[in-house]
């Protein structure tokens, strides 16, 4: 996520800017970050794929990984 985050957020800044936009980064930050952790971090775990008690390992492996990029969403949202 920091990678990706690093590319997009100044990019993003930088279209508002080509469009004869100046915003305020720090307003325009809180905006990005809650939409992305209201959209991706809510809607990221599989919870559809929770039909068995006993999940196999692709699905265990796949949930995992969601929790992470959640969890890394979340960080993102608690610095703002």
Known sequence: MPEIDA???PAYLDGLRAEDYEADPDLV???YVGSLAA???L???PVE???SASPDEETEAL???RLQ???A???MAAEI
Do not use: Y
């Open 39 to 41: 959209r991706s971090a």
């Open 7 to 9: 590319a997009i957020f």
């Open 73 to 75: 969403m979340v960080d």
């Open 69 to 71: 990029l959640t969890r």
């Open 49 to 51: 794929l929770l039909t």
């Open 29 to 31: 930050r809180a905006g």
């Open 63 to 65: 949930f995992l990984q």
């Open 43 to 45: 809607c990221a775990l």
